[in-house]
């Protein structure tokens, strides 16, 4: 299973981007599907999860500002990012947690999408 990101770019302080995530392979369910993102520098921390029935967390950080949200019949992710910030910069990886149809758990990541706010 291999998710694809994209959507990401260069937009200024208080602009929006919207990323996507679409995850193929032999794929029977995708149980948690999250956001998570990498400054310069620092760790890979989470920004969005969302779980196969909608339930949703937030960095405390993102909250008001960014939406997660998935297409299960299309195995795509989303992150709706509004109002965002220099520090919003970084790359951003999806993951996949979930089931092939042969029964084995699959968690997997995507290659990164950058992000950069300007200030």
């Known amino acids: 299973v291999q998710p694809v990101e994209s959507g990401g770019g260069l937009v200024q302080a208080g602009g929006s981007l919207r990323l996507s995530c679409a995850a193929s392979?032999?794929?029977?369910?995708?149980?948690?599907s999250g956001w998570y993102r990498q400054a310069p520098g620092q760790q890979r921390e989470l920004v969005a999860l969302i779980t196969s029935r909608g339930a949703t967390n937030y960095a405390d950080s993102v909250k008001g500002r960014f939406t997660i949200s998935r297409d299960n019949a299309k195995n795509t992710l989303y992150l709706q990012m509004n109002s965002l910030k220099p520090e919003d910069t970084g790359v951003y990886y999806c993951?996949?947690?979930?089931?092939?149809?042969?029964?084995?758990?699959?968690?997997?990541w995507g290659q990164g999408t950058q992000v950069t706010v300007s200030s």
């Open positions: 993951n996949a947690l979930g089931r092939d149809y042969k029964g084995f758990v699959f968690d997997s």
């Open positions: 392979g032999n794929i029977l369910s995708i149980y948690t």
